[in-house]
């Protein structure tokens, strides 16, 4: 990876993905299967040519965007799963956090993306997981088991304990590891807050942290239009844009993808994934 393009920088003004928000109206039913995960098993160590890896010890790099000089973005989605929504699922105040329509019109034009996913989420959705895992142009990260904050003040999240953060991190490469497909080491805080106890948590465990520079604001949203324009706003070569496939948090993210593919291509822009932007 290109030096030039990490910074080891703290980010405490981007809007994320809380999830301290009202719950919205339920969207159309999307459940979990009833097959179960796969069996987990202890991760293997992890190789050099992985995307995203970095000698463990070593304070995590932090990316917030890819080289300026080629038209090129990646989009980025995260799959968020809270202990509070996983309450939501089973008193059935919402129907899903999987956007499966999503998921589809990337499958169906054909567009690299790169998955930010939960321990949680693949354990409450594991066949979206496979689903994601056996698409060769998708390409699956970390953001955390259970959603949970690694600094203070960070979107009303439940706050993880220091000692807790690590194992946490690792837990759920632990998780993903078995659904196979194009496994990275790249890494997402929730809502993007990190500080340096919380970089230095990662340290053992060799990730690079992955903020982002565009972010759409789908879990705030109230339409599609302000993702859309959130997104073609900041947009520029480079660029690491962050969504989100929880459909009930972000319900309008499938109705704005086809409008953020149509301005990107406008732009000359060409979506890839992340490890491809940042190669």
């Known amino acids: 990876m290109h030096g030039r393009f990490l910074a080891a920088v703290l980010v405490l003004t981007l809007t994320a993905c809380g999830s301290g928000e009202p719950a919205p109206a339920p969207a159309p039913a999307v459940t979990a299967t009833d097959s179960p995960p796969p069996i987990l098993e202890a991760a293997p160590a992890v190789e050099a040519t992985t995307a995203g890896a970095n000698a463990p010890g070593s304070l995590p790099p932090v990316v917030q965007h890819g080289p300026r000089d080629k038209q090129k973005v990646a989009l980025t989605f995260d799959a968020d799963m809270t202990d509070a929504m996983k309450a939501r699922l089973r008193n059935g105040t919402v129907s899903s956090y999987a956007n499966l329509r999503l998921l589809a019109l990337l499958e169906t034009r054909r567009i690299p993306a790169t998955f930010f996913v939960t321990g949680q989420w693949a354990e409450q959705y594991p066949d979206v997981t496979r689903r994601i895992a056996g698409n060769p142009r998708f390409e699956i990260a970390n953001h955390s088991y259970e959603h949970a904050a ?49 970089l230095r948590a990662l340290a053992p465990l060799g990730v690079t942290v992955v903020d ?46 086809p409008a953020v593919l149509a301005g990107l291509r406008r732009r000359g822009l060409e979506p890839v994934t992340l490890s491809e932007l940042l190669s």
């Open 150 to 198: 690694f600094t203070g003040d960070c979107y009303n999240l439940p706050r993880l304990a220091p000692g807790a953060m690590t194992g946490d991190v690792d837990k759920t490469f632990t998780t993903l590891h078995p659904y196979g497909g194009r496994q990275t080491r790249y890494f997402r805080f929730p809502g993007l807050c990190h500080d340096r106890a919380a």
């Open 212 to 257: 982002g520079d565009v972010v759409s604001g789908d879990p705030f949203a109230r339409g599609a239009a302000p993702v859309i324009d959130a997104v073609l706003s900041q947009v520029k070569p480079g660029s690491i844009v962050i969504m989100h496939i929880t459909e009930a948090n972000a319900r309008f993210t499938d109705d704005a993808l």
